[in-house]
Structures are given as structure tokens and as C-alpha cells.
């Protein structure tokens, strides 16, 4: 059984790599200028352990709930676990036990909270600011929609926020493609944006070079766009058996 499943996660795995590598190659971009992080939420830890054996090493979660025993069964592999979830700051101590980089910061207050426990377990962790892009209409800084994230106008003050906490590092940008406004059905555009965002932001923090865009769908228009990260769970692990 786990021999047919490793079978299928190696296959899947590298159609998406093909993938990848031929975006890569129509963008005129090296290869490793794009890392893959496997989304397994909904799937277990079992999972994990075969796409490890695979080559794996960056992984990512959503839900606290889920992430956190998942994280704990697969201690022994050389994994880096990244949190793509909106986080409640009453998760944030245990996600700050696992996470390497938090990837959905979109308010002071979670930047506050997270540093807090990092500096309390003694870890430094990488983060991420969640831009959302429904919501760039000039609203100053306001989160929307239920998927999270801080309107462009926010990400300055959310980054010197961040850059002056202890025990966070500033790494760069995340998103995921809106479903509404002006964005919405656009992903390179969408993408496109964020690149723009994040140069802004790299004139300020020249070491937040990260943007994570593009999932299974988008990941073309991301790597287009110049992501250096893309986050994929169902090419590689099949259709999720519930949302997540
Ligand atoms: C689930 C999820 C992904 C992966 O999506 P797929 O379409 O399954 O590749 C990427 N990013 C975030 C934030 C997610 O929640």
C-alpha cells in the first residue's frame, strides 16, 4: 500500500517538478531560483514521511490543529515546516514549537505574539507578510476578505514591525490569488503586483527576498512573475477529500 502510494506521490512529484522546470526555462530563470513547498494539508503524516524519502524538505500547513501532531510524528526527517493559514494569536505558541517560517503575517499584533514566543522557545523565525490582493483599492492598510492577508498599503509598517521584533526574521512576501477585485481570474497579473510590492520592500529590507505565489493551478503565472517559492498540495498529493 505505501509502496503504490510513494509510487504516486513520485510521479506526481515529478510532473510538477517538469512543470516547474519548464516555467522556469520559458522565464528565462535557473532552475533553483524556485523552491517547492508541498502543501499536505488534509493528508497524513504518512504522507510526509514518503515525500521526505522522496527529496522533500519544505512542507506546509494551514490549521494549527492539524499541523501540530503531524509536525511532532515527523520530529526525526529534516523537514522545514511553513504555516500558510490565517493564524488566531492563540496558536501562536504552538505553531512557534514547529514552524520554521510563519508565511500569513497580516497585523502588528500576530508579528507581536509570535516574537514573543520565539524569543520564550529560544527559536528565530522566518516570516512572511500575507498581502492581499482584493483589497488594493487604496484602503490604507486593511485586511479583508477571509482568507487573510494586509492590503499593499500596510506592508511597509507590517515589515519595520517585523524587522524590529527579536527572535522573527523578515524573510518577504506571500499571497494567494484573490478571487474578487480587480485581481480576480488574473494571476500574472496578480503575481505581477506582488513582485512590485516586494521590490518596494526589498529597497527597505534587502535580505526579505522570498515571494511565495502560485499554487497547483497558477504555478506558470508565478514563476512568470518571478516567485521563488510556489506552494503545491493538490498536484502532488491528489484532491483534497474535505476543504482546507
Ligand atoms: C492549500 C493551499 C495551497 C495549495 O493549494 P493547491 O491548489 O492544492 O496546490 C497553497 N497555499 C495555501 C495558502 C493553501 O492554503
Not at 510526509?48 to 490543529?65: F, I, K, M, P, W
Not at 500558510?84 to 501562536?92: A, I, R, S
Not at 507578510?129 to 511597509?156: F, H, K, M, N, W
Request: a neutral charge.
Amino acid at each position: 500500500m505505501s509502496d503504490v502510494r510513494k509510487m504516486q506521490l513520485a510521479d506526481n512529484l515529478a510532473r510538477v517538478e517538469d512543470r516547474i522546470s519548464t516555467a522556469c526555462a520559458k522565464a528565462g530563470r535557473a532552475r533553483d531560483e524556485v523552491t517547492l513547498i508541498v502543501v499536505t494539508k488534509t493528508y497524513p503524516a504518512s504522507d510526509v514521511r514518503l515525500l521526505a524519502e522522496l527529496g522533500v524538505r519544505q512542507v506546509a500547513e494551514n490549521r494549527d490543529q492539524e499541523a501540530a501532531p503531524k509536525a511532532a510524528e515527523c520530529a526525526d526527517l529534516s523537514l522545514t515546516w511553513h504555516f500558510v493559514g490565517q493564524l488566531q494569536t492563540n496558536k501562536v505558541r504552538s505553531v512557534a514549537r514547529y514552524a520554521g517560517i510563519v508565511q500569513s503575517i497580516d497585523r502588528p499584533r500576530l508579528a507581536t505574539a509570535l516574537s514573543k514566543e520565539a524569543v520564550r522557545s529560544g527559536r528565530e523565525l522566518g516570516c512572511l507578510i500575507q498581502v492581499a490582493l482584493d483589497a488594493d483599492s487604496g484602503e490604507t492598510g486593511r485586511t479583508t476578505g477571509d482568507r487573510g492577508g494586509v492590503a499593499p498599503e500596510g506592508v511597509a509598517e507590517l515589515a519595520d514591525t517585523i524587522a524590529g521584533s527579536q527572535g522573527l526574521r523578515l524573510d518577504g512576501l506571500m499571497t494567494v490569488a484573490p478571487l474578487a477585485g480587480p485581481y480576480a481570474g488574473r494571476q500574472r497579473a496578480a503575481f505581477e503586483r506582488l513582485m512590485e510590492i516586494s521590490s518596494d520592500l526589498r529597497a527597505n529590507h534587502p535580505a526579505a527576498t522570498m515571494v511565495s505565489a502560485g499554487m497547483s493551478a497558477d504555478l506558470e503565472d508565478a514563476v512568470a512573475a518571478g516567485a521563488t517559492h510556489v506552494r503545491i498540495g493538490t498536484a502532488v498529493l491528489g484532491v483534497r477529500p474535505r476543504l482546507g
